[in-house]
């Protein structure tokens, strides 16, 4: 059964630590189909000023439906769009992108948040796990491509869900842990969530 039961909150914070310098805000809106998430990142990394905004369209099931992204580095602009007609086809900016066929969720570079998509798309039983290859987005380029991704479903730390997360081709791995409503509360070395209620 999946126990991410909470709906998002309106609006939820991180704050970058260790890898780079800055934040990223979250504003979540329910639609007739899912979930609608805003988001601005921005920060300093190598050197770089970034700021990457992001809007996001999920149906009930947590599959992603569409993705605008536009980024600003070094005055450079850019932006794409992917949109997802039939869960794991995909448009990139009009045009069929068939080398991310089978690619339910995004993960953007910028970005804590989007490491909750296929989290609850796939409402782990803790000792689950499952590969959740992902369309990768880089920052600040926006460049695409495919990002082979596993979680796997730990004991839970009293109300947080805590998974043990793999990106074989990055060599990286992490432990994260999730509040009850499947957003990221810590990612060691990248991002914190920040406490919006004060106490």
Known sequence: MNDFDDEPPACAAWRHELAREGCEVLFATRTTGGFRFDGHACAVEAGLPWHVAYAIEVDRGWATRSARVTADAGGVRREIVLASATPGRWLLDRVPAPELDGLVDVDLAASVFTNALPVRRLGLAV??????????????????????????????????????????AQTFAARLT????GLVTCYPGLARRVDLDGR
Do not use: K
């Not at 004991?155 to 793999?166: I, K």
């Not at 999730?178 to 409503?181: I, L, M, S, T, V």
């Open 127 to 168: 000792g689950e796990a499952a590969d959740a290859p992902a369309v990768w987005i880089g920052t600040p380029d926006l460049g695409v491509a495919r990002l082979e991704q596993r979680y796997a479903r730990l004991p839970d730390q009293g109300d947080l869900r805590c998974f043990a997360y793999e990106s074989p």
């Open 178 to 181: 999730f509040d009850r409503a």
